[in-house]
């Protein structure tokens, strides 16, 4: 069979354990592996896993801030034995109501794990909670978890280190061999935001061996819509700077066009229609569109709060003018709008949504009824005048 014609396969695996492709078009089963070619993408299952095609019961968790809670949540309800660990005491008692059990060190979450999952804010983080002096790799005579995948936003330099590193572990006696004689570790960060966490709709951009992907598939499912295999270590996470590069200018833009239309006479739910109906039509708009009141469940709706903050955004566009810099590519808008971000996280809102450059840089307005619109003298829009 050609590639052509296995494309848009789409993984399922019954109740019995029997595997195989099924392909989107036909609905047939297919013997060709689509882990053989970077950028196929994996659909969740149309039936939920039964347990028994687990091979990972005993999973730990790392990072249970507004992402990693609703993704570890899942995984419980999916019936996981769950073991968490965070800084924040109060994010653990969440999880530990719910029947999680707790660890007080990365250390000893891998010593009660057979797989590991880390949601964390910074390259540092992540390097400090697999290296740091009680850290997943701390155990010099084997770890247990033989497969550890990594969600955060990085640089993927790191992964790619810390992949390596991972790749000269032992595992220890009482590990879950995935097929690999050494623990396999997967960089796969997010793209969703908090609703898709809590939705168990992300998508994942992975990147490292096929071996530990197919492996992973069952738990990233539980956690996700889509899974999209990029190629080796460090793959996902250059996919996710991409990405946030590209979605950062895309919401800028979109609030630019909006708050200009305000100040031309027009209605902003009128032109956000226009925008969705033509060739401005975006995520940024249709959904997660940037002005107060316009649309239900997003931060712009519940004053910018509970979403994908500035400063987490600004980080990101730092890690891909980082990269932009190493790989030797001009990238203006992202330096433009990296500024941009980095001067509203020094006005205060840097954890406020990444949509309130809306209402903070560019003075937009909420959707109000006719008569009753009010200007929004912001300090740091009125500097940049």
Same mark, same amino acid.
């Given at each position: 069979?050609?590639?052509?014609?296995?494309?848009?396969?789409? =993984?399922?695996?019954?109740?019995?354990?029997?595997?195989?492709?099924? +392909?989107?078009?036909?609905?047939?089963? +297919?013997?060709?592996?689509?882990?053989?070619?970077?950028?196929?993408?994996?659909?969740?299952?149309?039936?939920?896993?039964?347990?028994?095609?687990?091979?990972?019961?005993?999973?730990?968790?790392? *990072?249970?801030?507004?992402?990693?809670?609703?993704?570890?949540?899942?995984?419980?309800?999916?019936?996981?034995?769950?073991?968490?660990? /965070?800084?924040? /005491?109060?994010?653990?008692?969440?999880?530990? =109501?719910?029947?999680?059990?707790?660890?007080?060190?990365?250390?000893?979450?891998?010593?009660?794990?057979?797989?590991?999952?880390?949601?964390?804010?910074?390259?540092?983080?992540?390097?400090?909670?697999?290296? *740091?002096?009680?850290?997943?790799?701390?155990?010099?005579?084997?770890?247990?978890?033989?497969?550890?995948?990594?969600?955060?936003?990085?640089?993927?330099?790191?992964?790619?280190?810390?992949?390596?590193?991972?790749?000269?572990?032992?595992?220890?006696?009482?590990?879950?061999?995935?097929?690999?004689?050494?623990?396999?570790?997967?960089?796969?960060?997010?793209?969703?935001?908090?609703?898709?966490?809590?939705?168990?709709?992300?998508?994942?951009?992975?990147?490292?061996?096929?071996?530990?992907?197919?492996? $992973?598939?069952?738990?990233?499912?539980?956690?996700?819509?889509?899974?999209?295999?990029?190629?080796?270590?460090?793959?996902?996470?250059? #996919?996710?700077?991409?990405?946030?590069? $590209?979605?950062?200018?895309?919401?800028?833009?979109?609030?630019?066009?909006?708050?200009? *239309?305000?100040?031309?006479?027009?209605?902003?739910?009128?032109?956000?229609?226009?925008?969705?109906?033509?060739?401005?039509?975006?995520?940024?708009?249709?959904?997660?569109?940037?002005?107060?009141?316009?649309?239900?469940?997003?931060?712009?709706?519940?004053?910018?709060?509970?979403?994908?903050?500035?400063?987490?955004?600004?980080?990101?566009?730092?890690?891909?003018? @980082?990269?932009?810099?190493? @790989?030797?590519?001009?990238?203006?808008?992202?330096?433009?709008?990296?500024?941009?971000?980095?001067?509203?996280?020094?006005?205060?809102?840097?954890?406020? /949504?990444?949509?309130?450059?809306?209402?903070?840089?560019?003075?937009?307005?909420?959707?109000?009824?006719?008569?009753?619109?009010?200007?929004?003298? /912001?300090?740091?829009?009125? #500097?940049?005048?």
């Amino acid at each position: 069979m050609s590639m052509k014609r296995a494309c848009f396969l789409l =993984k399922y695996i019954d109740s019995s354990s029997t595997r195989g492709w099924r +392909s989107r078009k036909s609905g047939c089963v +297919s013997s060709v592996n689509p882990a053989n070619q970077q950028g196929q993408t994996y659909y969740s299952p149309s039936r939920p896993y039964s347990k028994a095609t687990n091979d990972f019961q005993n999973v730990g968790f790392i *990072g249970l801030g507004n992402m990693g809670s609703h993704m570890a949540f899942n995984l419980l309800k999916a019936g996981h034995s769950l073991c968490v660990y /965070d800084r924040s /005491d109060a994010a653990m008692q969440f999880l530990a =109501k719910q029947g999680a059990s707790q660890a007080k060190s990365p250390h000893e979450l891998a010593e009660q794990s057979d797989v590991i999952i880390s949601m964390l804010p910074a390259s540092s983080h992540v390097e400090e909670v697999y290296t *740091g002096a009680n850290g997943l790799l701390s155990e010099v005579q084997g770890i247990r978890p033989s497969l550890l995948i990594d969600c955060s936003t990085i640089d993927p330099q790191t992964s790619r280190d810390l992949a390596t590193k991972v790749g000269h572990c032992k595992l220890s006696r009482n590990a879950r061999h995935i097929g690999s004689e050494v623990p396999i570790m997967l960089d796969a960060p997010v793209s969703g935001g908090v609703g898709g966490a809590a939705a168990a709709s992300l998508t994942f951009m992975v990147g490292g061996p096929q071996i530990g992907l197919n492996a $992973a598939l069952h738990l990233l499912h539980i956690m996700g819509k889509r899974v999209v295999y990029c190629g080796g270590a460090g793959n996902g996470s250059a #996919a996710k700077i991409c990405n946030n590069l $590209a979605m950062a200018i895309s919401m800028a833009g979109v609030s630019e066009g909006l708050a200009l *239309g305000q100040r031309l006479g027009l209605d902003a739910q009128t032109l956000s229609d226009i925008f969705n109906t033509s060739s401005a039509r975006c995520w940024s708009s249709d959904t997660y569109n940037p002005v107060p009141g316009l649309m239900d469940d997003v931060p712009a709706s519940r004053n910018y709060k509970g979403g994908f903050s500035c400063q987490l955004l600004s980080k990101d566009l730092g890690l891909a003018l @980082t990269a932009a810099k190493e @790989t030797g590519i001009s990238v203006p808008l992202t330096l433009q709008v990296h500024e941009l971000y980095s001067n509203l996280c020094k006005a205060g809102y840097n954890n406020e /949504d990444f949509s309130s450059i809306f209402q903070h840089f560019y003075k937009g307005e909420a959707l109000v009824p006719t008569g009753e619109g009010k200007s929004l003298n /912001d300090p740091l829009a009125a #500097a940049s005048d």
